[in-house]
C-alpha cells in the first residue's frame, strides 16, 4: 500500500493546490504568452522537450524519441504512473484556486514551488505559476498539469532537475519511513490482541433506541475573555442534537468541532449516530474557518494575524458555548438544566483536532513553532504546516486555552506536530484517542498523529490506524443547499463508508467509557475489537502503547542512499 503515490511528487503544485483548495481553499501583469517547452536545468547545463511531445505521450501513449530518452531513466512502472499523472484532470472553479493561491498560505506555496519551476528570465515564478493554476483552472476539461503547462506565462517553463531530485530523494526516505512505521503500528496492533472479541461489537454501528431534536443555535460572545485575547467580538453558531429520553435523565453532552473550510455539517451522521444513543451533540461551525468563511474570502486573501487568531478564537467557542448554556438553560427548553455541561467530551477533525487538544490543556509552542516552520513543505510533504506556522503571527506568550470541562478528546486527523511539542501534549491528564489515516497527505499520519501519540503520559490513550483512509474519508456528504467545497475523488478516496462507520463505532464505545462510565465498553476499545470491527479489505487497527525507541530506529534504517 502506497500512501504518498508517485503523482503527489511528479506534480507537487497542482496535487498540493487540489489537496488544500479543500483544506482551506491579480497577477502583476504577466505575459499571456503560452509555454512551448519545458526546459530542464541541471547546474549550467539544459536540456529542453516540446510540451508538444508530453501532450502526445499523455493521449496516445506514444513518446518521441527525445521524450523516449528521459523515460527510459524510469522504470515501467513510473513511465505509467508519469502518464497517469498528466492525465489526471481536477474539476476545481477558477474563484477557489485563486482564494487559494491569493491567500497568505497559498503565496507561501507559490514560493516554494518556485525552488523548482521558473519563467524564461527565472523572475517572478510564484507570479508566474499563480497565474497559470487560475488560467488553468478555466479550461472546460479540467485543471491538469498539462494545462497548467500551457498556460504559463512564458515562452518555457524551467524545471530545476537539481533541486527536484534533492526533492525527489527525500519524497523517497519519506515513503520508506512511511510504510515502515505504518507496519509497526500494525504489528503492534495485532501483537496486543490478547483479548476475546465482544459478541456485541458490530451493535457499535447501529442507531440507538432514541429519538433526537435537531435545534440552530446562535449567540455573539462579546465577553471580555474574548476581548483581550483576540480584540473582537465573535458570532458563535451551531446545530444542536437533542436525544428525546425520560424526564429526570442527566444528558452527557459531546461537542464536535469541524477542520478548515467544513462546517457543523461536516459530522451529521456522526451527531445523529451520537444522539440516537441519548448524547446531547453541540455540531459548531467556527465562523472565522468554516466553508463560508473560506468561499467568502476577497481573491482569498486574509492577513496573517487574522489566520493566526483561528487557534484562539477556535477554543473560545467552544467555552463560550458551554457558558452561554449554563448561564441562560432556558434557551434549551424543554432540556432546560437536564445537559450535563460540567464534563464534556470533544471530537475534532484536523483544525478541530487542534482546538479538541487546546481546550484539554496542551498549550501552543512557540519555540516548536520556530523549529517546525523554517521546513518547506516540499522538503517535509506535510501540507498542514501551511496552516500550522500561521500561528507564529501571534504573540508569543503563554494562552490560556484550557477548559477543564473537556473530560476527553477524539482528535481524528489532528494538527500537532508545529503547534504541540512532546511537553505540550505530555500535560495531558484525560483519555485522548488519536485518529490516524494511513493515506493522509494533508496532515500525515506519521508526522501528526504517530510520532505525537507518544508524547502523551496519560494512561487512557489510543492510537487508531484507518487504513486506505485519507484525510476526507470521515467527512459526511453536504446536504443540498449547504456549502461545500469540491473535493476531487482522488482525494477523498475510496472509503469513505467504511471509515465514516467505524468512526461511528469508535467514538461511540469511547464515549460510554468516559462520559457514561460504561466498563463494558472498555472491551470494545481493544485491539481484537477494532479488527473485529474492520472490514476484511479496509483494516482497522487500535494500540494503546507505542514505544518511542520502536519508531527512533526507522529513519535510519530505511535511509536512501
Known amino acids: 500500500m502506497n500512501t504518498l503515490s508517485l503523482k503527489w511528487f511528479l506534480l507537487p503544485p497542482l496535487s498540493v493546490v487540489a489537496g488544500f483548495s479543500i483544506f482551506l481553499v491579480g497577477s502583476r501583469g504577466l505575459s499571456a504568452t503560452a509555454a512551448e517547452r519545458i526546459i530542464f536545468r541541471y547546474g549550467v547545463f539544459e536540456r529542453s522537450l516540446p510540451i508538444a511531445d508530453l501532450e502526445r505521450f499523455a493521449t496516445t501513449g506514444q513518446a518521441s524519441p527525445k521524450l523516449a530518452s528521459y523515460l527510459r531513466l524510469l522504470p515501467p512502472v513510473h513511465q505509467q504512473q508519469l502518464r497517469l499523472a498528466l492525465q489526471e484532470r481536477l474539476r476545481l472553479s477558477p474563484v477557489a484556486v485563486a482564494q487559494l493561491l491569493y491567500s497568505p498560505l497559498g503565496q507561501e506555496l507559490m514560493v516554494q514551488a518556485g525552488r523548482i519551476l521558473e519563467t524564461q528570465s527565472r523572475q517572478e515564478n510564484a507570479l508566474a505559476l499563480r497565474s497559470a493554476l487560475i488560467l488553468a483552472a478555466t479550461d472546460p476539461k479540467g485543471l491538469t498539469a498539462l494545462s497548467v503547462m500551457r498556460h504559463y506565462p512564458s515562452p518555457s517553463v524551467r524545471f530545476d532537475l537539481k533541486e527536484g531530485l534533492a526533492i525527489l530523494k527525500n519524497f523517497q526516505q519519506t515513503i520508506r519511513e512511511t510504510e515502515t512505521i505504518l507496519g509497526v503500528v500494525r504489528q503492534q496492533a495485532i501483537a496486543q490482541q490478547t483479548e476475546a472479541v465482544p459478541a456485541s461489537v458490530q451493535s457499535l454501528l447501529q442507531p440507538g433506541p432514541w429519538r433526537w431534536l435537531e435545534m440552530p443555535w446562535t449567540a455573539v460572545d462579546e465577553s471580555p475573555r474574548r476581548l483581550q485575547l483576540t480584540g473582537h467580538s465573535r458570532v458563535v453558531a451551531a446545530d444542536l442534537y437533542l436525544p428525546i429520553v425520560p424526564r429526570g435523565q442527566r444528558i452527557p453532552v459531546v461537542i464536535v468541532s469541524h477542520g478548515l473550510g467544513a462546517n457543523r455539517y461536516s459530522y451529521r451522521y456522526l451527531c445523529q449516530h451520537l444522539a440516537s444513543h441519548g448524547f446531547a451533540v453541540i455540531a459548531l461551525e467556527h465562523v472565522g474557518s468554516s466553508t463560508r468563511q473560506v468561499l467568502s474570502f476577497p481573491m482569498g486573501y486574509i492577513s496573517p494575524r487574522t489566520a493566526a487568531q483561528e487557534f484562539l478564537d477556535r477554543p473560545l467557542d467552544v467555552t463560550f458555548v458551554l457558558n452561554r448554556l449554563e448561564a441562560f438553560p432556558e434557551q434549551l427548553y424543554p432540556w432546560a438544566g437536564r445537559l450535563n455541561l460540567e464534563r464534556v467530551a470533544m471530537i475534532g477533525q484536523s483544525f478541530g483536532g487542534y482546538t479538541a487538544l487546546a481546550l484539554a490543556g496542551a498549550p501552543l509552542d512557540f519555540q516548536q513553532l520556530r523549529r517546525h516552520c523554517t521546513r518547506s513543505v516540499l522538503d517535509s510533504f506535510n501540507v498542514s504546516l501551511l496552516l500550522q506556522c500561521q500561528a507564529q503571527a501571534l504573540p508569543p506568550?503563554?494562552?490560556?486555552?484550557?477548559?477543564?470541562?473537556?473530560?476527553?478528546?477524539?482528535?481524528?486527523?489532528?494538527?500537532?506536530?508545529?503547534?504541540?511539542?512532546?511537553?505540550?501534549?505530555?500535560?495531558?491528564?484525560?483519555?485522548?484517542?488519536?485518529?490516524?489515516?494511513?493515506?493522509?497527505?494533508?496532515?500525515?499520519?506519521?508526522?501528526?498523529?504517530?510520532?505525537?501519540?507518544?508524547?502523551?503520559?496519560?494512561?487512557?490513550?489510543?492510537?487508531?490506524?484507518?487504513?486506505?483512509?485519507?484525510?476526507?474519508?470521515?467527512?459526511?456528504?453536504?446536504?443540498?443547499?449547504?456549502?461545500?467545497?469540491?473535493?476531487?475523488?482522488?482525494?477523498?478516496?475510496?472509503?469513505?463508508?467504511?471509515?465514516?462507520?467505524?468512526?461511528?463505532?469508535?467514538?461511540?464505545?469511547?464515549?460510554?467509557?468516559?462520559?457514561?462510565?460504561?466498563?463494558?465498553?472498555?472491551?470494545?476499545?481493544?485491539?481484537?475489537?477494532?479488527?473485529?470491527?474492520?472490514?476484511?479489505?479496509?483494516?482497522?487497527?487500535?494500540?494503546?502503547?507505542?514505544?518511542?525507541?520502536?519508531?527512533?530506529?526507522?529513519?535510519?534504517?530505511?535511509?536512501?542512499?
Do not use: C
Not at 402 to 413: G, M
Not at 447 to 464: G, M, N
Open 397 to 561: 506568550k503563554v494562552y490560556s486555552l484550557k477548559d477543564p470541562r473537556v473530560q476527553a478528546v477524539i482528535a481524528v486527523n489532528p494538527i500537532t506536530s508545529a503547534v504541540f511539542s512532546p511537553e505540550s501534549l505530555s500535560q495531558l491528564k484525560i483519555p485522548v484517542m488519536f485518529v490516524a489515516a494511513s493515506d493522509d497527505t494533508i496532515a500525515p499520519a506519521v508526522d501528526e498523529q504517530i510520532y505525537p501519540f507518544t508524547w502523551l503520559r496519560t494512561p487512557d490513550r489510543y492510537l487508531v490506524l484507518m487504513d486506505d483512509a485519507t484525510h476526507f474519508s470521515t467527512i459526511g456528504e453536504a446536504g443540498q443547499n449547504e456549502p461545500v467545497l469540491p473535493i476531487p475523488k482522488s482525494l477523498v478516496g475510496a472509503t469513505p463508508p467504511r471509515s465514516r462507520a467505524y468512526l461511528r463505532g469508535l467514538s461511540l464505545a469511547f464515549l460510554q467509557l468516559y462520559l457514561l462510565g460504561d466498563e463494558q465498553a472498555r472491551h470494545w476499545l481493544t485491539p481484537a475489537a477494532a479488527m473485529a470491527l474492520s472490514s476484511p479489505t479496509y483494516g482497522l487497527n487500535l494500540t494503546q502503547s507505542l514505544a518511542p525507541e520502536l519508531l527512533e530506529k526507522v529513519p535510519q534504517a530505511v535511509k536512501y542512499r
